[in-house]
């Protein structure tokens, strides 16, 4: 009965907040300015209720529109040459053209692979590398190679250790789909037999390309648990690059316990964390679906394990997502007309070192319970606020500097223009013999400062 | 009456006493009889130098610290009233125990399940196998039901009489509004003020110095410096105190640990082992009983689900570890006795049921819940819940006249109410809305699982500080202070209900330094 009311008061605090957006609606210069018009093809109540709340109008993408929260099927056709809409100036569109350069497991797996080289070439000091030949900072993907075009580099490296497990996944899939764990050479064998005589066309094609990754075999527990991390960036411009981390994510736990033995490999229940899978478990629970929030894990390891180190995981994590996005930067179709909210999918070992599994374009939006759909919908508002600052027509050519107050739960994760100035301002001042005051110390004290991520 | 002097001596051959024959006793001698080695002990000044020896290797400390554990649980009150020295209280315990028992006996012959029986080989290596995973396991337990919940328990409290009080003439602004009408001692706000000068709005707190907007300098960073200080120090007396002021969150499960005494030896690692196997060898009825209540409370929590197995294990363990029977020697309850098979009603046929004599109810797991942020060690997490269990927990479900006992507390909380918020009381009674029918659930469960769990822990900071859950009854009233405006327009319990459902948004030492010191008087 608790349980029930308690989720009762926290949807009034969604109403709350809808109030709170429609007051603001009115009295701005919205109306004068006219209406958004929004089409979407995703019929989520969490994004359509923010478009209504806004007072924004409803319109068919046949129509014109200036805001479309679209599928990643649907931005294909957008930018694609011969279907391709020419956008104006006041449309936004909620994906970069070529996204899948970050959110393409293989793909993302070459750029970050180019981008350390690139690092390395400059003779950056964090390209440095530990006695092993390992990067000490770009070490944050688990050891990656594609399939069927890596195979012979991939034996190699299973052949170095033998007793390791590797993840198999198909290139283009989410949700877990097409998954399966390997942990002898012959599995592999076997595997790419029967998909040559399946679907060799598929595959020659590109589209049933798979990763194969060494599997993190030393999570972090909890209660006994796996778990992953589910976190979400904002990305408003590449070049320069801006992006925003939102507070609120979360971790999804494997409903049945995890062993590591090899007999349960088959139980995809114990390694997979997507709810999407976890929903077909016996025990998943409708109330909570497995979801603890960031808070919850952040207290959970500042009391078990200090505030040091738990500090330290959360810089790296930021870190390691500031890295991916500076290593698809250069190749990405930085269009005006677009942003793009991401889906992190993050991995603690035991020795709390974070890794980077996938990222997601099109977080799901699906609500697996009431706290997730207040999540979500908060979400959604802190990025419209973000990205059509006041709810007004958007225009692309907006400056792309939100006010503190507009970030709701987001928090700058990194503004290149801001760094370079910062950056140039330090020079002055160490040329003016000038020492640096206090300021971004303490952000900054376990990684090289912001200002030096290039 | 004694007097002070003889008193104190009553009081060290008590402790030393119950000292005698402890592993720390052991462990002293062993260390004064092994230093004798040792090229700075000399025979001319041989006492003087053992005495020194064990000061500097920290031996003085661990037996101070044993001796505080032992002054603070066993001789807080006389002797003579270590159990409860009212004896309309000691009866009513009593008849509620009977009650409790009959609940018990009456689901055995109704489900026809034995109170305990041993398992065979095979299910025994089942359990061993599924020890870490006991949540994955459905069985069907629909014919379970928990033997009471906290909404029992609250009526049996209503009807407590004192049958040397007379309290007729219930309309005079004068008396009592509220459900409890004993008459017991309870401290007025000044004498809260009082009692609690650390909460002042003077005092640094973590819980609101510690905030974001507030610059760590002011107080967080010293506070930090000298909690890690204590923590090196390894004494109990200053940890108490500095858990008045909240522990950080990076040193609270060290800081509790030190409070409590409890330790992590090998021994200790041990005695949870042998409980481990108890539980292995024998199934109980009680067991049902623990599985229900987890997978109706903690696995349904936002903040709590993560552990159920950690739950099982603890509260399995807790009900195989006679040493809980140890604190029935100042609690008002008396463990329940079964009797073994053909021999009903034979003394000597008397066992205790459960072996540690606590009763499960609806919601005992939610004791155990949050220590489950604070330590990741099983062992460990058991030790510190045990000693939390006979300090403090088990008086908010014994009928006892205790300054931390239930039924104060739910006075302390009704007169609170009155005194400083008599319009809303008022208006709550006469909409059939009665404070006590609301906030009773929160102080059963000391507040866990319905604050969230960051301001959950900053209470318990406090009880733990202050050596007393009277802070619990401050902070539901401060709760009905807080949500004042809204309660006054319900015009029923169930909208009063819906007001108050949800206190996971709450921040906990802000509402009671407002309450408390900032509420004109």
Known sequence: MDTILYKVAHLDQVSDVQVLIHYRGPGGGSIMAGKVKWVTDIEKSVLINNFEKRGWIQVSDNEDWNFYWMSVQTIRSVFSVDTGYRLSDDQMVNHFPNHYELTRKDLMIKNIKRYRKEIEKEGSPLAEKDENGKYLHLDFVPVTFMLPADYNLFVEEFRKSPSSTWIMKPCGKAQGKGIFLINKLSQIKKWSRDSRTSTFMAASSGKEAYVISLYIDNPLLIGGKKFDLRLYVLVTTYRPLKCYMYKLGFCRFCTVKYTPSTSELDNMFVHLTNVAIQKHGDDYNHVHGGKWTVSNLRLYLESTRGKEVTNKLFDQIHWIMVQSLKAVAPVMNNDKHCFECYGYDIIIDDRLKPWLIEVNASPSLTSSTANDRILKYNLMNDTLNIVTPNGEIPDCRWNRSPPREALGNYQVLFDEEQAQSENAERDLRSRSGQSLGPRGTRANSVRPAPATWK | ?521
């Open chain 2, 1 to 521: 009456m004694m007097d002070e002097g003889s008193e104190l001596s009553v009081t060290i051959g008590q402790v030393v006493q119950r000292l005698k024959g402890t592993h720390l006793h052991s462990q002293l001698e062993r260390q004064a009889k092994e230093c004798l080695h040792r090229p700075e002990i000399k025979l001319e000044c041989l006492k003087d130098d053992v005495r020194n020896f064990l000061k500097k290797s920290g031996w003085e400390r661990k037996l101070q610290n044993a001796v505080y554990r032992e002054l603070h649980v066993h001789l807080a009150v006389p002797p003579q009233h270590m159990k409860e020295p009212l004896a309309y209280m000691r009866k009513a315990q009593a008849s509620w125990e009977n009650r409790i028992l009959k609940s018990l006996n009456s689901m055995c012959t109704e489900l026809g399940v034995p109170l305990a029986h041993k398992r065979s080989a095979q299910e025994q290596k089942d359990l061993i196998n599924k020890w870490n995973e006991m949540g994955t396991d459905e069985p069907d337990l629909s014919h379970f039901r928990p033997v009471y919940a906290p909404k029992d328990f609250l009526e049996v409290l209503i009807g407590l009489q004192n049958p040397n009080h007379d309290c007729r003439d219930r309309a005079g602004s004068r008396c009592h509004w509220g459900l409890i009408q004993v008459p017991l001692s309870v401290r007025g706000i000044q004498d809260m003020r009082e009692a609690f000068p650390e909460l002042g709005l003077m005092a640094g707190q973590l819980g609101v110095d510690d905030h974001t907007h507030v610059p760590p300098d002011l107080f967080e960073t010293e506070h930090v410096r000298i909690g890690k200080r204590v923590v090196s120090e390894q004494d109990s007396a200053a940890a108490q105190q500095y858990s008045r002021q909240g522990c950080p969150t990076g040193l609270r499960a060290d800081l509790w640990a030190l409070i409590l005494n409890s330790t992590n030896e090998p021994e200790d690692v041990m005695h949870y082992d042998q409980l481990k196997s108890a539980v292995i060898i024998h199934d109980l009825l009680v067991d049902n009983l623990i599985y229900k209540d987890v997978k109706l409370t903690a696995s349904n929590d936002d903040y709590y689900f993560v552990f159920e197995d950690y739950l099982y294990q603890v509260l399995l363990c807790f009900s195989r570890d006679t040493a809980v029977l140890e604190h029935f020697s100042y609690n008002s309850a008396t463990p329940p006795k079964s009797y073994i098979r053909g021999g009903q009603g034979k003394e000597d046929y008397a066992v205790v049921y459960p072996p540690n004599g606590v009763i499960p109810f609806h919601g005992f797991s939610m004791y155990v819940a949050p220590l489950c942020f604070l330590y990741n060690e099983p062992s460990r997490l058991y030790r510190v819940f045990r000693e939390m269990y006979a300090r403090y927990f088990f008086r908010l479900h014994s009928i006892s006249s205790s300054s931390s006992g239930i039924v104060s507390l739910c006075l302390q909380f009704e007169k609170l109410l009155q005194t400083h918020l008599p319009q809303l009381f008022y208006h709550l009674r006469e909409v059939g809305a009665q404070p006590l029918r609301i906030a009773f659930k929160w102080m059963v469960r000391a507040f866990s699982g319905y604050l969230a769990t960051d301001q959950l822990l900053l209470l318990w900071d406090r009880i733990l500080g202050y050596d007393s859950l009277e802070i619990v009854a401050v902070l539901a009233a401060a709760v009905f202070a807080f949500r004042a405006e809204n309660l006054m327009e319900v015009m029923s319990l169930a909208a009063a209900e819906a007001v108050l459902a949800d206190l996971s948004t709450l921040k906990v030492m802000p509402l009671l330094q407002i309450f408390l010191f900032a509420t004109a008087t």
